[in-house]
């Protein structure tokens, strides 16, 4: 199974100051159709987990444009720009190129 | 509304079987794949299964592999998840989700919670 990687875990930062997290995969997440299926996750508090970015760099419908993901073959980022309150949780990457789809361990973000 | 609503998870004693339902409206179940992920309390998210729209794809993680079944119901718009020779370690919420990597909306539910303890 590809082994997913994120850094750090834990992640305090102060409002409105930027954030990043790594995602780095054990292969290259380049599809035969030549897209790279790397998403994130942001997983609030006592809720279910919700697509922010697909195909590494995608935001989904309604995702604040303080969000970006980039990145390619194998390192990935997820970047805030701005970090608000409502930011608070634990944000995964995950990987759809080969099966069994794989996520990484997590990294929480709080605020400071 | 798009949902998907699980249901099924209970408290049973190592070696039951159990069986999840996710039922699914407001979108075009029959066409979207689907999976069950589960996460332990305070831990990270695991894939479990998937089931192509028409059935014909599956695929489970080694951990419950032979054990669990996923199956689907698209006149019914639901997803199941059959879960025998239960352990200690299944022990997690069970979520349904489109788990979608390309630009078709992604959908999860609230979960239903399993436990396994004697």
């Known amino acids: 199974d590809v082994v997913m990687t994120q850094s750090p875990l834990s992640l305090p930062v102060t409002l409105g100051q930027p954030a990043s997290i790594s995602c780095r995969s054990s292969?290259?997440?380049?599809?035969?159709?030549?897209?790279?299926?790397l998403n994130w996750f942001q997983q609030r508090p006592g809720r279910s987990p919700r697509r922010l970015i697909y195909?590494?760099?995608d935001r989904d419908s309604g995702v604040p444009d303080r969000f970006s993901g980039s990145g390619s073959d194998t390192d990935f980022t997820l970047k805030i720009s701005r970090v608000e309150a409502e930011d608070v949780g634990v944000y995964y990457c995950?990987?759809?190129?080969?099966?069994?789809?794989?996520f990484g361990q997590g990294t929480k973000v709080e605020i400071k | 509304e798009v949902q998907l609503v699980e249901s099924g998870g209970g408290l049973v004693q190592p070696g039951d079987s159990l069986r999840l339902s996710c039922a699914a409206s407001?979108?075009?179940?029959?066409?979207?794949?689907m999976h069950w992920v589960r996460q332990v309390p305070g831990k990270g998210l695991v894939y479990i299964a998937h089931?192509?729209?028409?059935?014909?794809?599956?695929g489970y993680a080694d951990s419950v592999k032979g054990r669990f079944t996923i199956s689907r119901d698209n006149a019914k718009n639901t997803l199941y998840l059959q879960m025998n020779s239960l352990r200690a370690e299944d022990t997690a919420i069970y979520f349904c989700?489109?788990?979608?990597?390309?630009?078709?909306?992604?959908?999860w539910g609230q979960g239903t919670v399993v436990t396994v303890s004697s």
């Open positions: 989700t489109t788990l979608e990597i390309r630009p078709s909306i992604e959908i």
């Open positions: 407001g979108f075009s179940f029959s066409s979207r794949w």
């Open positions: 089931m192509s729209n028409d059935g014909g794809d599956t």
């Open positions: 292969q290259s997440l380049v599809y035969s159709d030549g897209n790279t299926y």
């Open positions: 195909k590494v760099s």
């Open positions: 995950m990987q759809g190129t080969h099966w069994p789809k794989t």
